[in-house]
Nanobody
């Protein structure tokens, strides 16, 4: 299993960013996929999740209405569209999947929201 995130950047408050996660090594379309984030010194927190067929999603209260998770099963790619970004969204964002009884994580991509 390999997960590769990209798309992180420095963005101003109120701006938008789209993260992508390229997945390989498993049947992407069959698994729930998640985005997590982590601030240095704090626990990793779940941001959003999406079912295998892409129909059902869930979000942390802190990002509801601003972030949208989606997936393209034909491209084995997970996305996170982030709008109305706030300084408190600054974190390393990770792609996650539970396969074969364990969690897999990408290397993370840094998102910094600052003026």
């Amino acid at each position: 299993v390999q997960l590769l995130e990209f798309g992180g950047a420095l963005v101003q408050p109120g701006g938008s960013l789209r993260l992508s996660c390229a997945a390989s090594g498993f049947t992407f379309s069959s698994y729930v996929m998640n985005w997590y984030r982590q601030v240095l010194g704090k626990e990793r927190e779940m941001v959003a999740g999406i079912r295998s067929a892409g129909g059902r999603t869930n979000y942390a209260d802190s990002v509801k209405g601003r972030f949208t998770i989606s997936r393209d099963n034909a491209k084995n790619t997970l996305y996170l569209q982030m709008n109305s970004l706030k300084p408190e969204d600054t974190a390393v964002y990770y792609c996650n999947v539970w396969v074969g009884g364990r969690d897999y994580w990408g290397q993370g991509t840094q998102v910094t929201v600052s003026s």
